[in-house]
Each structure stands twice: as structure tokens, then as C-alpha cells.
């Protein structure tokens, strides 16, 4: 098994998202080469090939162009696999090499067993493996679901590549969301609840418990799609990316959009009706409680301390 792992380079940095790639490749226990339209001053730690193509020529995102070069290096390696992460980028270019190659192509890959690649359905309910018949797949990695045990380190062998490919675009740069409501990046505490709080009323014992640590209150994505929580509070893929001193995740069963967002905390307590919920294997305590009962006495207590 051979794969091509696309790495992606934004604003002068390397996203780490380029180390989940790694990550892949060696639960597969694949061999790898990457791929990055990037610069030689901000080259990944990575053991292998890497086929480096000028940002500052290419532009940073430039569809067409880019395909172009990734088709040449595919050529050349003749991966099994072509591995995107779940990006914006990876959204845009994948389906277009899927399709010059007329490889399968599998979308948002959560696990892979057996050589089998995982993908969520129905909302994350469920999850099928999906075998693919075409001699190649080009696939795209969740975030978060496969992450790196210890520091990235290595050197790569830097082969350089062109294109004559002409652009059909022209790359003016990025443009930052506008920030609103609350930044969680910034808060060293925070107390999030999930669809276990059950109604949107049980939101103020969360939110209790955070004031009391000095803390903010955070969210899982059900209780923001419930409209009991705004989104600025949304924890995980598709809200804030955390890494607090302490996280309490009250009532969150621990999906992988989910653990995406607070991985990095440095002290998880999980409080969970479930004592099998999957938060218990990132939690460094796991509480078996009614959070309905367990925060407000832990919130009473922390007051008169
Ligand atoms: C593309 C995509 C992006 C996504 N992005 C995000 C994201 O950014 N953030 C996010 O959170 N999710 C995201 N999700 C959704 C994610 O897959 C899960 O569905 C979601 O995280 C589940 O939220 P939850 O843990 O609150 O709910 P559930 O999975 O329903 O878990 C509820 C938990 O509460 C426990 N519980 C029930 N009652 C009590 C009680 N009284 N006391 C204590 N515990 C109790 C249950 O045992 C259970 O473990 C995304 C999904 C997709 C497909």
C-alpha cells in the first residue's frame, strides 16, 4: 500500500492538519510520499519524498493549477491512496483528482480497519466501510481523527516540481471571519454541555459551574443546533478549537467533532450518565453522575469554598 498524502500551507505556516496525514499513513502502515505547494523556508518534519511546488508561484490556493501538479506527482508515485484533509482545500481539490483519475473517492474518513476506510452517516449516527473497486481512492481525513502521539520530526527529500497548467483563477488572499460572540481560545476554564442537559433550560447549571471556576461555558453541536446555546460556543470541527487548563464536558458523549475541538485541553473531567461513553477515553476523571444532579451541589460547594 502506497499513499500520497496532500499536504497544505496557509498564510506562510504549515497546517498541522498535515501531521494527521502522517498519522494515517502509518496506521496503515503505508508507504507515504507528500505532496505541498508551499515554500522551502517552511518544509514539514517529515521522513520521505516530498514534492514541493512554489507558492509563491503557484499561489496558495489555485484549483487548476494545483490539480495539475498533484496529477504529475500521481503519475510519477502511483499511490494506492491520495489523502486530503477535510479542509476547504481538501473539499475543493479532491473531488477534481477523484475525477481526472476516475478513482473512488471517500469523503470525511474517520477510521480506517483493515485497509478499510470509515465514514460517518446520518449526522455521525452511524458509520459504514466503505471497500472501493477502482485501483485508486482519493480520500479526505476528518479532523482530529487521526492525531500524532508525540512530536512530528524528520527531513524530507525535497524534489521540486512545475506546471505549465494555466490558471482559471486568481488567489487574493484570505479573509478572516468576523469574530462575535465569545472566544473561547482564550479561556483557561471551560464548562461545556452537551445534549445530555436534556432542555435548554438546564443550560444556567452549566453555565453556573463555569462562572463559579471563572470560566466560560462551552457547547456540543446538538445543543447550538438546538438553539439553546449560540455558536460562537460550539466546541469541535465545526466551532472553536480549545485548549483550556481544565474542560468539563457535562453530558457529551465524546463524538469525534467533538474530541476535535478539545483534545488539547490539559485536564478533561467528563460528567456522564454513561459510564461507557467514549469522552471517558480522553477524560482524566470520569464521573458517572446525573449532571443535573452532580454540577449544582459541585457548584454550591465550589461557592463556599
Ligand atoms: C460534519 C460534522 C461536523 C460536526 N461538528 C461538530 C462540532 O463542531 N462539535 C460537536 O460537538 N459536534 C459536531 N458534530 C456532531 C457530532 O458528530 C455529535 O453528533 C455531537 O458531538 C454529539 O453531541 P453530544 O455529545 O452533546 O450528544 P450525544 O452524542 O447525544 O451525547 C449525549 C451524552 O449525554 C449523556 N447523558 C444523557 N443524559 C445525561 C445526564 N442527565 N447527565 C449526564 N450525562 C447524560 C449520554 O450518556 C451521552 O453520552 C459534527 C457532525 C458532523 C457530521
New binding site residues.
Given amino acids: 500500500m502506497k499513499t500520497l498524502l496532500v499536504a497544505e500551507y496557509r498564510d506562510g505556516a504549515l497546517l498541522n492538519s498535515t501531521y494527521e496525514l502522517v498519522a494515517f499513513a502509518e496506521q496503515l502502515s503505508s508507504e507515504s510520499a507528500m505532496f505541498l505547494v508551499g515554500v522551502e523556508g517552511v518544509l514539514p518534519a517529515y521522513n520521505g519524498t516530498l514534492y514541493l511546488a512554489d507558492a509563491s508561484q503557484y499561489g496558495e490556493f489555485n484549483p487548476a493549477v494545483h490539480k495539475q501538479l498533484l496529477l504529475d506527482t500521481i503519475a510519477k508515485e502511483q499511490p494506492d491512496m491520495v489523502v486530503f484533509a477535510h479542509s476547504s482545500y481538501g473539499w475543493d481539490l479532491a473531488p477534481r483528482v477523484s475525477l481526472a483519475l476516475n478513482a473512488a473517492h471517500v469523503s470525511?474518513v474517520v477510521d480506517i480497519v483493515e485497509g478499510v476506510p470509515v465514514a460517518?452517516v446520518c449526522?455521525?449516527k452511524l458509520r459504514r466501510d466503505v471497500k472501493t473497486k477502482t485501483a485508486q481512492t482519493v480520500v479526505t481525513l476528518q479532523g482530529g481523527a487521526f492525531g500524532l502521539y508525540g512530536e512530528p520530526s524528520g527531513n524530507p527529500s525535497v524534489v521540486k516540481i512545475d506546471t505549465d497548467a494555466a490558471p482559471q483563477v486568481e488567489f487574493c488572499g484570505y479573509e478572516e471571519a468576523e469574530a462575535g460572540g465569545v472566544d473561547l481560545t482564550k479561556a483557561e476554564v471551560i464548562v461545556s454541555a452537551?445534549?445530555?442537559i436534556?432542555k435548554s433550560e438546564n443550560l444556567a447549571i452549566v453555565e453556573g459551574l463555569a462562572k463559579v471556576l471563572g470560566g466560560e461555558y462551552g457547547a456540543?453541536?446538538?445543543?447550538v443546533d438546538s438553539e439553546w446555546a449560540d455558536h460562537s460556543r460550539?466546541?469541535?470541527?465545526?466551532?472553536q478549537t480549545v485548549s483550556p487548563k481544565l474542560y468539563v464536558a457535562?453530558?457529551?458523549?465524546?463524538?469525534?467533532?467533538?474530541l476535535a475541538?478539545m483534545k488539547k485541553s490539559e485536564y478533561v473531567v467528563a460528567?456522564?450518565?454513561?459510564k461507557d461513553?467514549p469522552?471517558g477515553e480522553v477524560a482524566d476523571v470520569l464521573v458517572v453522575?446525573?449532571?443535573?444532579e452532580l454540577v449544582p451541589v459541585l457548584t454550591e460547594k465550589i461557592t463556599s469554598l
Fill in positions: 470525511e460517518p449526522n455521525a452537551g445534549r445530555g436534556g456540543s453541536r446538538p445543543v460550539q466546541v469541535g470541527t465545526t466551532g457535562c453530558g457529551i458523549s465524546g463524538a469525534i467533532q467533538h475541538g460528567i456522564n450518565t454513561d461513553a469522552i453522575a446525573d449532571l443535573k
